[in-house]
């Protein structure tokens, strides 16, 4: 007697109600769920419902015999497995089966022995095409995470090679040596068309945008390869080119695997364990080649590869196990990464830039990747995190922008320094200034471009002869108008800057001496007219230059400086902002004192 339960959902149609209350008792010990009918409709109705792995039906039936039932069965699913029960004498029925290519029939009566037999083949079918179901959804949730890669070159303006990191030499073959000094076209495959460079020339040195494509290669051995590349122009201040930054990822071994793992599904006897360990050589593969963690749905660390020890300094033992925010870094918000998983849940993936430490604290910068590996149902498995380390590029782009902050700065020093001011004023002023922008409600980046931009305010005093700018005595009416010039010298050296914050220093250079009431140059703004930037700058310059002895005038007492912002409220000052600034004066004095002369 058969004794092994099948792992199967069965549908059991039988009209004779002693045949069928008989061998349902039976079959629902032996099979995982089992559904009955007792005739054809009902069996199609269930069918339809409850989709079972595997059908047992009765041939002749009242309503609907079982060779319809079967045929309307197949019209839903090619794939249905059927058994027939039919008797010596029906001969006509099983013609009809073997042109439907029923997958098995037992006579009646019934030999349960035989009957489990043709159902246990049955089953394996069934696993073997489940098998192949999971296995094609893994496969495909795999391919997903390989859009992102690691192969990085940098080469200089005109093109040549200045850097390779160790996988693009492991790619084409090349050594690093081989590589630097030469253009790409030591890589280039003939079959590549050469529009496809035009355009990429054309985007990244014309248009200074990045470029995306996908590119087919040569290796060093003559043999080809082929990535998803993104090229992106690094520019310095005056919006030149200073390099070009290429990240790629290898998409040869996905094509092939993919090709490789399509011609063994075709091969009806293909067996899980095969499948499976295609799958782990796949796996392998990429996670030699990119940084990864695999984190559970309740957010606990499951997996880290190699890569991410070598680069974090970590252990396995450290961190598998531990939850995620253990390596959180503490700038990023928690609610960010958050949103960055729940994102990927929702959607499938996120992609972004993340900021994580080493275990001895120093920052790391990555573009990462979390992708939400889900089974057939699409309930939730797991995150696969891939990560691509940014970091060096990072330091730099934060290394230029501290210089173009340092040239601002100088610049304004040499026009204050001129009228034998001191580099602390316009220290003071950028301070000031950022700090009025918070307390009026502007955005923190845009407070950021106004400490950089009001250094610049007098910039234009460059232009203005040192008899008039050093004066120690009042200016004569025409001492004044040529004085006057200086907003308009500072705005012609700085209005045609592509750079936002250069953009806002002519902005602040050419507004700074306009007044609310309209009485102000170069130009009568009044009110809002004036540009916000304008309207803070002027009271924080002229509250720097009264609280500090200038070539013509003695530093003014606290007590004068506020009786005459309050007076110029409303008449050269926006009166919001002298609310402001004196309803914060407090701050304002910390910034004077901390930038004072003496230091």
């Not at 559904?35 to 047992?56: F, Q, R, S, T, W």
């Not at 040569?218 to 690094?234: F, H, L, Q, R, W």
């Not at 700085?494 to 507004?511: F, G, M, P, Q």
């Amino acid at each position: 007697m058969f004794n092994n339960k099948l792992n199967i959902s069965l549908l059991y149609v039988e009209d004779d109600i002693h045949t069928r209350e008989e061998l349902s008792q039976i079959l629902d010990y032996h099979v995982t769920k089992l559904y009955i009918a007792e005739n054809g409709e009902e069996g199609l109705k269930l069918y339809k419902e409850y989709k079972p792995d595997l059908v047992l039906t009765d041939i002749k039936m009242p309503i609907l015999d079982g060779i319809a039932m079967s045929k309307k069965i197949r019209e839903l699913n090619p794939y249905a497995k059927i058994i027939l029960l039919t008797a010596f004498n029906e001969s006509t029925y099983l013609v009809e089966a073997i042109k439907m290519s029923i997958d098995s029939y037992v006579t009646k009566p019934i030999n349960l022995t035989e009957l489990f037999e043709n159902m246990e083949k049955v089953s394996s079918l069934v696993d073997i095409r489940k098998d192949k179901e999971n296995i094609d959804n893994l496969l495909e949730e795999y391919k997903k995470t390989v859009d992102l890669s690691s192969i990085v070159s940098k080469t200089n303006a005109k093109g040549v090679i200045t850097f390779v990191n160790e996988q693009f030499e492991s790619i084409s073959g090349y050594k690093k040596e081989e590589l630097i000094g030469n253009s790409h076209n030591i890589v280039r495959h003939e079959d590549t068309p050469k529009e496809l460079f035009e355009d990429m020339w054309k985007t990244i040195k014309v248009l200074k945008k990045p470029w995306y494509g996908n590119i087919k290669n040569k290796k060093k051995d003559g043999s080809a390869y082929y990535v998803k590349t993104v090229i992106n122009p690094i520019l310095d201040i005056d919006n030149n080119i200073i390099e070009f930054i290429a990240v790629r990822s290898d998409i040869t071994e996905l094509e092939e695997t993919k090709l490789k793992l399509e011609e063994q599904y075709q091969k009806a006897s293909i067996k899980y364990n095969e499948a499976s360990s295609l799958s782990k050589i796949y796996e392998e593969a990429f996670n030699k080649s990119s940084i990864i963690l695999r984190v559970t749905s309740d957010m606990q660390i499951k997996y880290i590869n190699k890569m991410f020890c070598e680069l974090t300094g970590f252990t396995k033992e450290e961190l598998e196990g531990e939850s995620y925010w253990t390596i959180k870094h503490p700038d990023t918000p928690k609610e960010f990464i958050e949103e960055a998983f729940v994102q990927a849940k929702d959607n499938g993936v996120w992609k972004g830039q993340l900021k994580g430490l080493t275990k001895d604290k120093k920052d790391i910068h990555y573009i990462s990747t979390i992708v939400a590996i889900k089974d057939l149902n699409g309930n939730l498995i797991e995150y696969l995190c891939i990560r691509l380390d940014i970091t060096k590029v990072i330091e730099l782009h934060e290394e230029l922008e501290e210089t173009q902050r340092e040239i601002i700065y100088t610049m304004g020093e040499i026009g204050e320094t001129r009228s034998k001011e001191t580099g602390f004023h316009v220290k003071r002023v950028a301070e000031y200034s950022k700090l009025l922008a918070l307390k009026f409600g502007l955005s923190k980046e845009e407070a950021e471009i106004l400490r950089l931009a009001s250094p610049m305010h007098d910039i234009g005093k460059v232009g203005i002869p040192d008899s008039i700018l050093n004066k120690p005595a009042k200016l004569t009416p025409q001492e004044y108008e040529i004085m006057k010039d200086h907003v308009n010298i500072g705005y012609d050296l700085l209005k045609n800057s592509s750079r936002d914050t250069l953009k806002a220093s002519a902005i602040v250079a050419y507004e700074h001496h306009e007044k609310w009431d309209g009485s102000g140059y170069p130009r009568g703004l009044k009110g809002e007219e004036i540009h916000i930037f304008g309207r803070i700058t002027a009271i924080c310059d002229v509250f720097d230059a009264l609280a500090h002895e200038r070539p013509y005038k003695k530093a003014w007492e606290l007590d004068r400086i506020i009786k005459l912002l309050k007076e110029e409220k409303a008449k050269h000052f926006d009166p919001v902002l002298v609310d402001l600034f004196l309803e914060n004066l407090d701050k304002f004095l910390e910034i004077k004192n901390t930038y004072e002369d003496k230091f």
